[in-house]
């Protein structure tokens, strides 16, 4: 194989499969890319996005709230804990678990609560930056 075989999935089901020439994740200590020929790893990954490089140079974007990826002689299985293609978004969706997030965190006194909306907060606004700047896919720049 040339490429790399990527194959994302989540509990609602598989979000992509094919061949690809890189996958950058939003690791737990920082992003990286995987290329061809990299070595064989597991990793996890935190709320950010996913994005994969199509052979044609073009981007899918992934929003994604966390997970683990496992990369064996060219293929990359990504199991996430949700993963959501850019262009898929419901914008509206995103905006409204954004001001519910807010509202509660201002109303809030339990700690455990707390962190709770601080982390739907975290994930909604990651999904407002995906969907916003690359919506689904974009031109490699």
């Known amino acids: 194989m040339e490429n790399l075989f990527v194959e994302i999935v989540s509990p609602s089901g598989r979000v992509f499969q ?4 890189g996958v950058k994740a939003p690791g737990v200590q920082g992003s990286f890319e995987v290329l061809r020929n990299h070595a064989p790893m597991i990793s996890a990954f935190e709320v950010g996005l996913l994005r994969v490089t199509m052979l044609t140079g073009e981007h899918i974007t992934i929003a994604t709230s966390g997970g683990f990826l496992e990369i064996v002689n060219n ?5 996430a804990e949700t993963a959501e293609i850019g262009s898929e978004i419901d914008i509206e969706r995103a905006q409204a678990a954004e ?3 807010v509202k509660c965190l201002a109303e809030i006194t339990d700690d455990e609560e707390r962190k709770r909306y601080e982390a739907a907060l975290i994930r909604a606004r990651n999904r407002l930056r995906i969907v916003i700047g690359a919506v689904g896919t974009e031109k490699k720049i």
């Open 75 to 79: 293929s990359v299985s990504i199991l």
């Open 99 to 101: 001001e519910r997030a």
């Open 18 to 21: 094919g061949e690809a020439s």
